[in-house]
């Protein structure tokens, strides 16, 4: 069986040094690359569906499709997977998720009919499914607690908010320059790249112990995770009403409780119920969900506003939200210093109330060209802070947990993630939709952002204090986490 995740983690040299060695850099380049690559799939289409709807004779109704097929695999399956790179070896599963990506997005950019394409992009979120938490857990079993791992976890976290931002700018270009189909097609030299390096620069990290799988716990909080994902992204199309929805999350919400006491009653638990109880897991989860939430939404108002109210395109709307990107990698960057020094709850605080501020100016946005720079400088700023949480949250959700258990760990924070970028938009769409009830035009588009905006700095301030409030007291200078 594996180890108890009250166990206490190894002490390893890397955790009070604060240099890499050149393996170390090397390592982290190519995961970074990787968590980057898997980043700009997930915007990389959005501004292109117009396009690829229209090359390959897809309906308007059915165009979501294309991004619903991706959520589905990518959040339903990262829990599962994130046990299963524990199972059968995370540098395994990390090489063949990536060979898989690159695959799939050689078929997507070769594609005929909507039924290649979409099966195609089922397979690139299997990838991703798989891919991230294998990469998580080799960074954070790579590099012990400290001040090592707390940089590493900030790269990792700016990084992935760029390629988020870069996604869209090169899907823009792309696009406008050559064929959507290039939006699949240069995933494929990167993927071979790292495919081709992985086996010499990662250790291979298989262990003797081979528990069983949870079959009962797999099948449970999988097909939990896909009709919830399922019905969040009814709720963007259809609203929060419709039949689909509220079965979909009626099921999905039964599964996802019936999955606890399944756990319970394990003898070699996907995820064991002492983890689900640690506060640094549990309230570092929240915050990471919060954190998603809040950022991923706020793009898809900001685009509403840039495209329907100021009018423009969409290559200068990805363009403008390179600033945000910027920020994110200062904020990344910085992350790991501020976690650090200042630990984990003091770092979602203040990164939450940076956050904040700097989203509630928007809700005096105009229909003027003049409130760009309002724009540009908040994401900006709002960019740090959201790292700052992301970082603390990464560190938080991993700390204090034997090698055995980072798989779980990070398979949880991944499905954090990709579950908070599913809810986001569905959740703003329906608050943004409600508020425009009454007006027309621009007008009503103008309303409806304004007061989604303002949910969503209030849902911030909320989400920083609870988590901060909850959790225990974090390492700072080499002191040991509260995470009882």
Avoid: C
């Amino acid at each position: 069986m594996a180890a108890s995740t009250t166990a206490a983690p190894p002490v390893a040299a890397s955790g009070s040094r604060t240099r890499m060695t050149g393996r170390e850099r090397l390592l982290l380049t190519l995961l970074l690359g990787a968590q980057f690559m898997v980043a700009v799939d997930f915007s990389i289409l959005n501004v292109a569906l117009p396009e690829v709807g229209a090359g390959l004779g897809f309906s308007l109704a059915n165009l979501q499709w294309i991004a619903t097929s991706f959520a589905l695999a990518a959040a339903g399956f990262t829990l599962l997977f994130g046990r299963v790179a524990d199972l059968v070896g995370r540098k395994r599963l990390f090489v063949g998720g990536m060979a898989v990506l690159g695959l799939s997005s050689l078929l997507g950019g070769l594609a005929t009919d909507p039924a290649v394409l979409l099966a195609a992009r089922v397979l690139q979120g299997l990838a991703t499914a798989a891919v991230t938490p294998a990469g998580l857990a080799l960074l954070t079993t790579a590099f012990r607690e400290g001040p090592l791992r707390e940089r590493a976890l900030g790269l990792n976290g700016a990084l992935m908010s760029a390629g988020f931002t870069a996604g869209a700018i090169l899907g823009g270009l792309l696009t406008s320059l050559l064929s959507w189909r290039w939006a699949f097609l240069v995933n494929v030299p990167v993927a071979a790249l790292v495919v081709a390096l992985a086996p010499r620069v990662i250790t291979d990290d298989r262990s003797g112990d081979r528990p069983r799988l949870d079959v009962p716990g797999a099948t449970t909080v999988t097909a939990g995770l896909l009709l919830l994902v399922f019905g969040l992204t009814q709720a963007g199309e259809h609203g929060w009403t419709a039949p689909a929805t509220l079965v979909a999350l009626a099921a999905g919400a039964a599964l996802t409780v019936a999955f606890w006491f399944v756990e319970k009653r394990a003898a070699a638990p996907l995820i064991p119920v002492a983890l689900l109880r640690r506060r640094n897991v549990i309230w570092g989860n929240a915050a990471g969900l919060v954190a998603f939430v809040t950022e991923t939404s706020l793009v898809f108002l900001l685009t509403l506003y840039l495209q329907k109210v100021l009018g423009y395109s969409p290559l200068a709307t990805g363009l403008a939200f390179g600033v945000l990107g910027l920020g994110t990698v200062l904020g990344g960057t910085l992350g790991g210093r501020v976690v650090g020094r200042f630990g984990t709850r003091a770092t979602i605080l203040g990164g939450g109330l940076v956050q904040a501020a700097a989203t509630v100016p928007l809700v005096a946005l105009g229909a003027d060209q003049a409130w760009l720079w309002l724009l540009l400088a908040a994401t900006f700023v709002g960019g740090v802070g959201n790292m700052l949480v992301i970082v603390a949250f990464m560190v938080s959700a991993t700390s204090g947990l034997p090698d055995a258990d980072q798989g779980r760990a990070t398979g949880i924070a991944t499905m954090t993630q990709q579950v908070g970028i599913t809810m986001g938009t569905p959740i703003m769409s329906a608050i943004a939709t409600a508020a425009m009830a009454g007006a027309v035009g621009a007008d009503a588009v103008l309303s409806g952002v304004r007061t989604a905006i303002g949910v969503n700095a209030a849902l911030v301030v909320a989400g920083s204090l609870l988590a901060a409030a909850f959790l225990g007291r974090s390492r700072t200078a080499g002191s040991a986490p509260e995470n009882a």
